[in-house]
């Protein structure tokens, strides 16, 4: 990573103090256009320490703009002349784009926990000119580098697994937020929770549903060949617009396994293992967003379960702890 003199220092104070943590999870305001998520799709990973905004030696300003005249690191806010915003998290969890982009530089060369001057990263150029790093990745040789230089990546894609390559004390994520530095011709740090660089705020995973009611809560008695209409919704937890076509393109999906041929598929979906998208696109975060499809009794007269799951089409799977999964009990009669 070019022009950042300070990347060996990062994370020199960090920990991955368990307990008390800074709930990102919260009522979050929306705004009109999608910008940035947190960087990882596990719902209860929490900030341990933020940006310092005050570049002195032993003066802070953390993200919620109190200062400290001193150098010792405060649990939930920041420690002195950090860079970026850490997460505590296990080794090799899901880092995810923050925003698309283009990746622009890796590095996976070093072991996964490998202490040391350097550590291993993916830095992404977004189209708004920033740049996003994702530091402490475990090794390339241990899954932790999943892009390449040159790749296109949508938000939320998968761009590497948790370490604690570098100066690290304890498997976290860091993750720094830069921008171009006209006067200095540098990329500069800031702090993307005090300046809301989230599309919510303070800040959500990319993709995350709460099941809310059907069309049917119970069973579905349908005659042997006869298709009748069920619609589910969902409220939309991400900090991500859902969307009916293109990027950003949420569906409902079988799974259990994963994208199985339904034997209940109808003539209105779009695969055996696909019913349907969400039913109105532009389902902002904290919306609602129904999903409406047919159910069409083909196997034997009998009683079935048919398990469904929401899915961003090529990126994710919402099944962190099965969330965005539901089913539906199906009895088919002669
Ligand atoms: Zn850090």
């Known amino acids: 990573m070019s022009g950042n ?18 709930s990102l999870i919260g009522a979050g305001v929306a705004v009109a256009a999608d910008s940035y998520t947190l960087p990882f799709y596990d719902p209860t990973v929490t900030l341990s320490y933020g940006v310092d905004r005050d570049r002195r030696l032993d003066h802070q300003i953390d993200w919620t703009g109190q200062a400290w005249n001193d150098g010792d690191p405060h649990y939930g806010r920041v420690y002195d002349q950090h860079t970026g915003s850490d997460f505590p998290m296990a080794l090799r969890s ?45 090794s390339s040789a241990d899954g932790g580098i999943a892009v390449s230089v040159g790749d296109s990546v949508p938000a939320g894609e998968i761009v590497g697994k948790s370490g ?30 005090a300046e809301r660089r989230w599309t919510t705020w303070p800040g959500r995973v990319p993709f995350l549903a709460s099941y809310m009611r059907e069309s049917n ?26 969307r009916n076509t293109g990027v950003g393109r949420i569906a409902l999906a079988t799974w259990d396994p994963p994208a199985h041929a339904s034997p209940f598929a109808a003539s209105d979906w779009t695969y055996p293992w696909m019913p349907t998208s969400v039913d109105v696109s532009g389902t902002a975060p904290n ?4 999903f409406t499809f047919g159910i069409r009794a083909g196997p034997p007269p009998g009683s079935y379960l ?13 099944d962190y702890e099965r969330i965005g999964s539901f089913y539906i009990p199906i009895t088919v009669n002669n």
């Open 94 to 138: 899901e880092v995810a784009a923050a925003r698309e982009g283009t990746v622009v530089d890796t590095e996976g060369g070093f072991g996964t926990t490998q202490f040391g001057t350097f550590g291993n990263f993916v830095l992404l150029a977004h189209p708004d000119g920033n740049r996003t790093l994702y530091y402490h990745l475990a």
């Open 217 to 242: 809560p119970g069973t579905e008695v349908i005659k042997r060949g006869q298709t009748i209409t069920h619609w589910v919704e969902f409220r939309n937890d991400g900090g991500r617009t859902w």
């Open 287 to 290: 919306g609602i967003g129904r």
């Open 306 to 318: 048919e398990r469904y799951n929401l899915v961003m089409l090529s990126v994710h799977w919402f």
């Open 5 to 22: 003199a300070s990347r060996a220092l990062r994370c020199a104070a960090a920990s991955a103090l368990a307990g008390i943590g800074l």
């Open 164 to 193: 604690c390559s570098g100066l690290c004390f304890g498997a976290h994520l860091h993750f720094e937020f830069l921008i171009w530095n006209v006067t200095g011709r540098t990329w500069a740090f800031v702090d993307p929770i």
